[in-house]
């Protein structure tokens, strides 16, 4: 098996670090200033207890890679980017296996207009992308928590092997035939990604906890309503456990969350397939999602008027919402 890892950032790249690091066949797609800083000096890899340049096969788009048999297509792009990948992979590697290691639940739908054989990964991992060729990996005891399983539900040969090479990388790693169950969960859990990016790190203010009940609150009831079975807050608590130990890298914590990094890249969001899932869920549904739905509007207007993380106060924002 070869891992054909598409979209090399933070996740991407440390997933592709770690299995190659622990010996396994691994290639990078990466695009632009990363990629070709990646293909000039190699990709650089930093934890809290190693800085390497790692010289992994890369190439800035999936024509260029020459296909097999045996790849396995790791997806690591923002879901808002999930369509043009999935084209362009299919153009070029025909209906190779992939896994979706991308938050939200849309991914694996929209790839399966494509692929037949399309495995959903769920993604608990602190990592950081914000320089070209960079990626960081933040936590010392596993890397990350990466269960997966076959969509919409099932196990196979693919997650079986995935399993096996990554559980040998540093990773947690369980494959698992409910796997949209925890890609539920995690839905919820990173519906606060855009509370974070506007109002600034810190999420443990009463005011900011206020707002994430309010997000989560409509989830819930959307989901009772659309017949929807994540897995509970109890045994995702009890699947992170002490797997992930967030350290330093340098002199330096982790920065914000996913959203707020994107943000700062001024890259696209991925706001939409979070919060907007939560819209959408409950527009088909006849369930009112206000708080998610304004939240979903404030992060659009923050990223079309190029804003930083950290623009409007948590204040505010309760205001807004209420």
Known sequence: MRVVVLGAGGIGGSIGARLHQAGYDVALVARGPHGEAIRERGLTFETPEERVSLRIPAYSHPRDVTWGDEDVVVLAAKSQDSEAAARDLYAAAGDVPVVAAQNGVANERTLSRWFGRVHGMCVMMPTAHLEPGVVQAHSIAATGILDLGRYPDGTDDVDETLEGALRASRFECVARPDIMRWKYRKLVNNLGNAVQALCGRALDSPDARHVLDLLTTEAEAVFAV?????????????????????????????????????????????????????????????????????????????????LPPGSMAVTELLRTLG
């Open 226 to 306: 659309a017949g929807i079975d994540p897995v509970t807050d109890l045994e995702d608590d009890v699947r992170r456990a002490d797997h992930l130990q967030l350290k330093p890298i340098g002199d330096e914590p982790r920065p914000g969350g996913s959203t707020w990094q994107s943000l700062i890249r001024g890259s696209g969001i991925e706001t939409d397939f979070l919060n907007g899932e939560i819209v959408l869920l409950g527009r088909l549904h006849g369930v009112p999602t206000p708080a998610n739905e304004r939240i979903q509007h404030l992060m659009t207007h923050v990223t079309v008027r190029h």
